[in-house]
């Protein structure tokens, strides 16, 4: 059975009219164009030629560690340097795609929690990230930091409490369907 990839298309003229036929044609009528033809041609050979590989096949080296990585460790060496207290980090790869990780830590008041994320932000600044986005920072009881792959939630004690972020956040919520 043939299908329509097995057909080329080509025009070829339409058939001569036998004399007769051409004066019994009134002269004000136009003639109808005729559809090309369809030949079996140069495609069926095409489809049985064997396709080339375009992609070089290489083998695996172990991958180099995430670009995240390297800025996760900066900013908890930034909250440690800080005096950050409770440090949780949460992998988020594969539950969200809001971002790669989460940061939550706590600020013994409104000044340490401010001083907590303006260390973090130098640090980042100072090793080359950029697109640094905070938010709370007027009240500083929650002060939320944007660095791209990473989010860093830095609470006073009773607000970290009271949002508990570690347990909606935690190893037991279900993975979010990613449509790709």
Known sequence: MTGPEDFHLTTTPPPKKPRAARSATPST?????????????????????????????????????????????????ALEDAKAEEIVTIDLRGRTSLADAMIIATGRSNRHVSSVVHRTVEMLKEAGFTGLRSEGEPQCDWVLLDAGDIILHVFRPEVRAFYNLEKMWGSDRPAEELQG
């Open 29 to 77: 009528a136009k003639p109808k164009a005729e559809k090309p033809a369809l030949k079996k041609t140069a495609v069926k050979a095409a489809a049985k030629a064997p396709a080339k590989p375009s992609v070089k096949r290489v083998k695996a080296e172990p991958a180099p560690p995430a670009p995240h990585e390297a800025q996760l460790a900066l900013m908890l060496t």
